[in-house]
């Protein structure tokens, strides 16, 4: 006297997992792909760099620290399509920013000390250039 037993439903299969890999099916061995490979180094090609937003580079930088009163703010020109008016700038990074708050943070970090470093350093002439590779200047 008690209830009814119901029949047992039958287990369910564990759902299936995702096999770890690449996602594709294996390639029969000796069968050469027709498909031309991707080259990986696409950042060296001629027309990449030619469309690069170059910075100043560091011995531009270097002559730019010499003077540092010509890149105060108020000193600069204002130019309404620079952020914050073209009034803050980081004349190692060569970085406009909108206000002196995000010009501080910016001074503050990793990138921005070791631009000065670099920049700090006397850069490398064409003489020095001309005396490793042994030539000499009488």
Not at 11 to 34: D, F, I, Q, T, Y
Not at 104 to 118: D, M, N, P, Y
Request: proline share 7%.
């Amino acid at each position: 006297a008690g209830a009814p037993c119901l029949p047992r439903r039958p287990a369910r299969p564990p759902p299936l997992v995702a096999e770890m890999g690449k996602g594709h099916k294996k390639k029969k061995s000796g069968n050469l792909s027709s498909a031309k490979k991707k080259s990986s180094n696409t950042k060296g090609r001629a027309s990449v760099i030619a469309r690069k937003r170059r910075s100043k580079d560091i011995d531009q930088i270097h002559d730019d620290l010499k003077e540092p009163e010509k890149f105060q703010p108020g000193a600069l020109e204002k130019d309404e399509d620079l952020p914050g008016m073209g009034q803050f700038y980081c004349i190692a990074c060569s970085r406009f920013f909108q206000t002196a708050e995000v010009k501080a943070a910016h001074e503050r970090s990793k990138l921005h000390k070791r631009r000065v470093q670099k920049a700090k350093d006397m850069p490398h002439t064409q003489r020095d250039a001309e005396a490793a590779a042994g030539m000499s200047h009488e």
